[in-house]
């Protein structure tokens, strides 16, 4: 079946450096693609998405990069803060409505002062 | 803000209880989901309703049942809790022009002896 995957399933960087977090699908139907931060204690909340037909996207301190070619999505984290630690999820939205999502496994994001 | 309620924090049941989970979001939201969140697996879609007393099945639904009679709640029904039903249940919604961020609630971590 289609999937949503993690290169890595952990990272740690020094407060100040930036990061990179990556994330590999399977599934070319999907309409869009989504990160999701979820600290201990707490529910996963929307960080930021981008649609299929782009390629790059960028928020406050936080960049999604897409590579439809390779099935790769990326998310970039400005000078990473201790509050940046957390488990970070890709989501991938297919053709369906609704919206519902396919998740991947999470990376754990472990930034140090 | 939206707020996504969830019914207990911690529950512990017994092999056999029929075991309901409540979820509540107070911002009118038609879609909802159910979630389980189990370490190296990341979130899986349990069943989502995108109305009141509709229901559609996401990726894991045996062992389950849903019920949602009023828009703003949504309920899981384990009808006959097994031990490899311990895990952490999310609830989360959706508004309908914005269906790849949805707002979880913090989780009921359910433990099944």
């Known amino acids: 079946g289609e999937s949503v995957g993690l290169h890595l399933p952990t990272l740690s960087v020094q407060e100040g450096d930036n990061s990179i977090i990556n994330c590999a699908y399977s599934n070319s139907a999907s309409d869009y693609f989504i990160w999701y931060k979820q600290e201990s204690g707490k529910g996963p909340q929307f960080i930021i998405d981008i649609r299929s037909n782009m390629d790059k996207r960028q928020g406050q301190r936080v960049t999604v990069l897409l590579n439809k070619t390779v099935k790769h999505l990326s998310l970039q984290i400005a000078a990473t803060q201790p509050g940046d630690s957390a488990v970070y999820f890709c989501a991938e939205g297919g053709g369906t409505s609704y919206g519902k999502l396919t998740f991947g496994q999470g990376t754990i994001l472990t930034v140090h002062p | 803000d939206v707020k996504v309620t969830q019914s207990s924090r911690y529950l512990v049941k017994r092999t056999g209880e029929k075991v309901f989970l409540e979820c509540v979001q107070d911002?009118?939201?038609?879609?909802m989901f159910w979630y389980r969140q189990d370490p190296g697996l990341g979130l899986r879609l349990i069943y989502f309703s995108y109305d009141v007393k509709m229901k559609e099945k996401g990726d894991i639904p045996e062992g389950y049942s849903v019920s949602r009679e009023k828009k703003e709640r949504f309920s899981l029904i384990l009808e006959s809790a097994s031990t490899n039903q311990t895990s952490m249940y999310l609830c989360a919604s959706s508004p309908p022009n914005r269906h790849n961020e949805q707002f979880f609630g913090p989780g009921t971590r359910l433990t099944v002896l």
């Open positions: 911002m009118d939201h038609e879609n």
